[in-house]
């Protein structure tokens, strides 16, 4: 079997340097593994090929920045994936860093991406570990100044994340490569550091890939849209070519007599104005009682964990979690990727609305709490309505939140609580409310008390407290 080499041989190279050339090839191939790119990537090949005209890969001089611009569900993070798996084989090093808008509300967030992409282009000849942003900053120029990177920023929307992570050309060696994924567009004006920014704009899908999309989705055995032409045409209409709302909206579908088709549709066509919102809410709108209570938990909380962990979780609050996790799964709802539960943010977006619906002013009348300011608001004022589920709160950095003796009584559903780097204020112990099934606390200084009633809780967990011993009660 011949062995093709990515390099050029030449009769002065002597073994070692050949050897040596074998074993960088070798190592860079090992290090970039491909990504995971869209079960159905429906037009991604033309696409590719017309960014790798952009993106000019003959040129090995210049340090060339390009964004993928267009608006949510449009599919540029498949794209970015697709273009990694397709080029990352032609530089030093490759690093994709997902989710940099949700993955950096902080100076933490930021941190952890940028040792993210020095390890990803530097391992395993060295580990970096980055003490802060400015440091980070210093890191990249003098590591990666002599390497042709390939670098893929996701989701990025604004400058600080810009300038942390991809600041100005220098900070790359020459022939280097740098995609910006976004929806601003404004990001991709020329800017002082970068002689080569250009923009590509990726576009929704036409008439026939749009077709495809859907029919892949709705009969995955045939891959081919067998229904009356009216209703394929209606479905068409109300996504707009727009991947993300034709990838659900094909799920939806998928196993339904034309009936439900036209019901389908009928809804859709009640609110034109709010199409995409209304699409994803069709699916949503499909699933059973057990199945919306586990996708809310999700997109409220759950993005993003280890999927045995939250199932545990889940499953304590009295879900059923492992069939409704493949029903979400077939609608095209959410996604696992390496053990952890993903969705897309326009999914989880409809999640939270749906949610907050009624209450934007009123967070405990809401079902769930999430967000700093409205756990404080609740819980500092002892405001919790009957209509809490679940709370979970983790903050990047510790924080201090006044929670009372009393905080949860008025809680008659609270299920689920998890608390991680919070720190209370009030000195003596909490009553926690009985039928609490699930409780996580991390340094919660007490042994934990319960109201009067027969005890439902499932899983504890007091990590980084000072408790010694298991109490009697949970024995």
Known sequence: MMLKLPFTLFARDDESNVLQKIVKNISTRLSQTPLDVAENPVGIESRVA?????????SKDDVLMVGLWGQGGIGK???GKAINN???????????????????EDCKGLVTLQEQLLNDILLPHEKIVVPNVHRGVKLIQDRLCNKRVLVILDDVDNE????????????????????????????MTPKSGWDHVSVYEVKVLDDGEAREL?????FPTYQKLESRTDLVRG???HAKGLPLALVVLGCSLRSKTEDVWESILEELSMTPNRMINNVLRVSYDGLDENEQEIFLHI????????REYAKKVLDSCNLQTTAALCTLIERCLIRIEYGKLQMHDLIQ???????????????????????YDDVRNVLQHNKGDCNVKAIVLEPHEPIEIYIGLDAFTKMRKLRLLILRNVHNSFQDPVCFPSWLRWLEWHGYPHIPEFSSGSMEIVGLDMSKSSIAAVPEQFK
């Open 50 to 58: 017309e960014l790798k005209s952009m993106l000019n890969l003959e």
């Open 160 to 187: 600080e994340q810009l300038n942390a992570l991809a600041g100005k050309a220098k900070w790359f060696g020459s022939g280097s490569r740098i995609l910006v994924t976004t929806r601003d567009r404004h990001f």
């Open 86 to 104: 397709d080029i990352s084989e032609q530089f030093d090093g490759s690093s994709f860093l997902a989710g940099v808008r949700e993955n950096s």
């Open 235 to 237: 479905f068409l209409n």
């Open 214 to 218: 859907l029919g892949k989705h709705a």
């Open 349 to 371: 977006l409809m999640g939270r609305k749906i949610v907050n619906h009624g209450y934007r002013d009123d967070p405990e009348k809401r079902s769930r709490l999430w967000l």
């Open 77 to 79: 993070t498949t794209l």
């Open 299 to 306: 997109a409220c909380f759950f993005k993003g964990w280890e």
